[in-house]
């Protein structure tokens, strides 16, 4: 079993859809981060979550460290929102990160 | 944003050769580094971890001997892959993390590496 999940695996969309991908991880953790990867392969850094919701444009991010679970939500999807999102938590001990297996998204105009 | 530059971006060299990639911070001071491989459709697999002036932490099956990691200052990481097999061919990928434990993480471009 992985230490941080994903799901789901794979979500095809239309345009203008609501999206949520949702993180489930079992260790502790100091931070939640989510990874966006285009399919060139570069990675951004879109959000880094410790407690609470953070908010980026039409992207919004929430975590619940009771619940151990974070969801990453796309209002008003587009096609340039296609892309692999990847969750990862960091560790204060030892800084490890432990990453997802990804969620391949596509937007269909 | 903060920028982390990876160099170089793809490679091709012949089996049994050695290959250095680059990682640098541009604006801004990375107290650890982290090197990821990625295969085909996978998620990011993390090789080792570095903080400046310490040696690298390697992460299980990872062969320190093999995947070479220096990290000389808080500006540059070095990942060299040793006697190169075609098994090496894959996605490498760098991380800086301006304050351990908490701080955010800047990606680089990422390098692909054919071995023939």
């Known amino acids: 079993k992985n230490e941080v999940e994903q799901s789901p695996q794979n979500l095809t969309a239309q345009e203008g859809e609501f999206i949520t991908i949702n993180c489930s991880y079992s260790?502790?953790?100091?931070?939640l981060h989510w990874l966006q990867q285009h399919p060139g392969g570069g990675i951004v850094s879109l959000f880094m979550?410790?407690?609470g919701k953070k908010k980026h444009g039409r992207l919004i991010a929430t975590i619940n460290i009771q619940e151990k679970h974070s969801s990453l939500h796309i209002t008003a999807s587009h096609p340039r929102d296609s892309a692999v999102y990847i969750c990862a938590g960091g560790t204060r001990i030892g800084n490890q990160f432990y990453f997802g297996t990804g969620t391949s998204l596509t937007v269909i105009p | 944003g903060a920028v982390v530059s990876q160099h170089p971006s793809w490679v091709i060299c012949k089996s049994g050769t050695s290959v250095k990639i680059e990682c640098r911070s541009l604006?801004?001071?990375?107290?650890?580094m982290f090197w990821y491989r990625q295969f085909p459709k996978q998620s990011l697999m993390l090789m080792a971890t570095s903080n400046e002036g310490s040696k690298a932490t390697y992460e299980q099956g990872v062969e320190k001997d093999k995947f070479l990691i220096n990290h000389a200052s808080l500006t540059l990481s070095t990942l060299t892959v040793t006697s190169a097999h075609p098994e090496d061919s894959s996605f490498y990928i760098c991380?800086?993390?301006?304050?351990?434990?908490?701080?955010?993480?800047?990606f680089g471009e990422g390098s692909r590496l054919t071995v023939l």
């Open positions: 991380s800086a993390q301006m304050l351990q434990f908490t701080g955010e993480l800047f």
């Open positions: 979550l410790s407690s």
């Open positions: 260790v502790g953790i100091s931070a």
């Open positions: 604006d801004f001071q990375a107290t650890t």
